[in-house]
Antibody
Framework: EVQLLESGGGLVQPGGSLRLSCTVSGFSFTSYVMGWVRQAPEKGLEWVSGMTAFGNTAYYADSVKGRFTISRDNSRNTMYLQMSSLRADDTAIYYC???????????WGQGTLVAVSS | EVVLTQSPEFQSVTPKEKVTITCRASQNIGNNLHWYQQKPDQSPKLLIK???QSFSGVPSRFSGSGSGTDFTLTIDSLEVEDAATYYC?????????FGGGTKVEIK
């Protein structure tokens, strides 16, 4: 069974940092592009970042470029999102996403909540 | 960055009625357009991939069409369980984007 499990969310002050993790099971991690999608309270989905299967290419939404860094450890079946210089508008549920052939998201995690507030 | 504009933002529909949601891309994205359904407090679920291909296990009342810049999601004969927000998503290139969403309410 394919599973994606996010962790690392929580409450952080503006300007602070947080690292999210997504640990997967039930499939070959190195065969898939992986990504992060977020959803602010009562808002729509926003693509945040993605990384190719062997970590050679990363891409970011303009809203997070320069502040967030995506990475993956294929030996641990885990993807990360290092978030720094956090702002109130980064408050959201962050979903881990598996992309089939780098296109559509066929599996989603349950999400982890990041709240940026003083 | 490709901007996806969905319409309408909200639709109130009677069961068994037909629902049509549109998604317009700011540039040609071929058929790299996918549709998701999200119910409250749940993760999104894939309905349609590559504009018109139904994902495994999705009821046949859901269908998609279009290519280039204009796309449509159709729900034939809406059921009560279809109350949700629907999103389009483009995967043309490395920087992907979502549409703003269409909330479908049951009258």
């Amino acid at each position: 069974e394919v599973q994606l499990l996010e962790s690392g969310g929580g409450l952080v002050q503006p300007g602070g940092s947080l690292r999210l993790s997504c640990t997967v099971s039930g499939f070959s991690f190195t065969s898939y592009v992986m990504g992060w999608v977020r959803q602010a309270p009562e808002k729509g989905l926003e693509w945040v970042s993605g990384m190719t299967a062997f970590g050679n290419t990363a891409y970011y939404a303009d809203s997070v470029k320069g502040r967030f860094t995506i990475s993956r450890d294929n030996s641990r079946n885990t993807m990360y999102l290092q978030m720094s210089s956090l702002r109130a508008d980064d408050t959201a549920i962050y979903y881990c996403a598996r992309l089939y052939s780098g296109s559509y998201v066929d599996y989603w995690g349950q999400g982890t909540l990041v709240a940026v507030s003083s | 960055e490709v901007v996806l504009t969905q319409s309408p933002e909200f639709q109130s529909v009677t069961p068994k009625e037909k629902v049509t949601i549109t998604c317009r891309a700011s540039q040609n994205i071929g058929n790299n357009l996918h549709w998701y359904q999200q119910k409250p407090d749940q993760s999104p679920k894939l309905l349609i991939k590559f504009a018109s291909q139904s994902f495994s296990g999705v009821p046949s009342r859901f269908s998609g069409s279009g290519s280039g810049t204009d796309f449509t999601l159709t729900i034939d004969s809406l059921e009560v369980e279809d109350a949700a927000t629907y999103y389009c998503h483009q995967s043309s290139g490395l920087r992907q984007t979502f549409g703003g969403g269409t909330k479908v309410e049951i009258k």
